[in-house]
């Protein structure tokens, strides 16, 4: 049976991975609602552009996007630095880093999943809405969001696993630092790396196979419930 | 009173149209498909914004070209029915009722909860959710959700349009009844012979987006017959 209890180290893997991914989430999912909104609903100059930017991090090496992220954000970094001395804030080597680096890698398939789901509302509904009094903020919280939790739910599931595997913007950004910034992949890799350590790396890559499946199918079934409920 | 008249270029054709309705009492829009009568509702109720004109209910006015006046659809006060009910799917019928009610001070209303569901008979639907509801039942929790809001005028846009002909003598009792338990005009948006016969004093014929005729169904009766 002791095959099947964590170690330590894999513990403390585990833990710091769903911590990092739970952050990454909460703190894009705001943001990605309001641009999902804005891609799905607003016509205006530049919304290519938008939607390319947004897009980026699907299309570039991670590692890309991990390095961008040290030279705006680094300690010496264009923003970094600045908002470290204004705020105290800093990203440079930290879960933090790890966090936000986890969240621009997952920011593109959160908002195309919740945009694609805003697309489907019928506006009508939201025009029936307005002539019966609501006002644009109303609408939007009574309306459109109800209606797009199905894609919410997509998006959050797909963001958080997307978190879980993130690998090459974390180690460029945030280094590979054992309780801070080490999440199971970076564990994975570590292992990799020291003579012996196959059977430690096998036992992670199954860990973090369950992980990955409890995600997706607890996605599977909220969205399930949520649609029924939504068709009465 | 409604008055109106507003210009609206749309793709290819021009919405030009000025008349005005009665004080209360059904106006039948009346004409083929594509003639501008749902965008020339959809003007009143903000969902459109004219090009030029004048838009005023009981002399106020929503929108005036000239004076840059153009209320946002939620301060028009308009009960808007859609022909496709347009129903809040993740709502149940009770909660779709008093959406727009809820949103009106209590000194506004004019009509009570209670009263509109009686009137309109769907009182044994209040828990469910639309998508549960026959296509008739849905008018009507489409009409009472309008008409819970305490409207200055009442919009229909074809709201029998979606329904068999058996649906159609289900709900029809019921528009019926409105010009007499409320005293305020209705528009009413068809182009069904019957359902104008049935229900309007007044009609105003459209046709590719210009007004044709005006005036009491009566007598506009014979050239209808000729359409």
Known sequence: MEALTLTPLETEALRLSLWISVWAVAGSLPIGIMLAWVLARRNFPGKTLLDGLIHLPLVLPPVVIGYMLLVLLGRKGMLGEPLYRAFGISFAFNWKGAALASAVVAFPLLVRAIRLSMEAVDQGLEAAARTLGAGPMRVFFTITIPLVVPGIITGIILAFARSLGEFGATITFVSNIPGETRTLPLALYTLTQIPGGDAGALRLCVISVIVAMLALMASEILTRRVASKLKG | ?227
């Open chain 2, 1 to 227: 009173m409604l008055e109106i008249k507003v210009k609206k270029r749309l793709g290819g054709f021009t919405v030009d149209v000025a008349f005005s309705t009665g004080v209360a009492g059904v106006t039948a829009l009346f004409g083929r498909s594509g003639a501008g009568k749902t965008s020339v509702i959809n003007m009143v109720a903000g969902l459109i914004v004219p090009d030029e004109g004048l838009i005023a209910v009981n002399g106020t006015k929503l929108f005036d070209s000239k004076q840059s006046i153009d209320v946002p659809p939620e301060k028009r006060r308009c009960g808007y029915v859609f022909q496709d009910g347009r129903l809040f799917p993740h709502l149940t019928v009770k909660s779709n009722l008093v959406y727009g009610m809820n949103l009106v001070p209590r000194a506004q209303r004019y009509v009570s909860y209670d009263q509109v569901v009686d009137l309109l008979g769907i009182g044994h639907l209040l828990a469910r959710r639309p998508a549960k509801l026959s296509g008739g039942e849905k008018q009507r929790v489409a009409i009472g959700r309008a008409l819970l809001t305490s409207p200055s005028v009442m919009l229909m846009d074809e709201p029998l349009a979606s329904l068999d002909i058996e649906r159609k003598g289900e709900v029809l009792p019921f528009i019926a009844r409105l010009p007499r338990e409320l005293s305020i005009p209705i528009l009413y948006v068809s182009h069904s012979l019957d359902e104008i016969l049935n229900l309007a004093e007044m009609v105003v014929l459209l046709d590719a987006g210009k007004v044709v005729a005006t005036g009491a169904v009566k007598d506009l009766m014979s050239r209808f017959k000729r359409m």
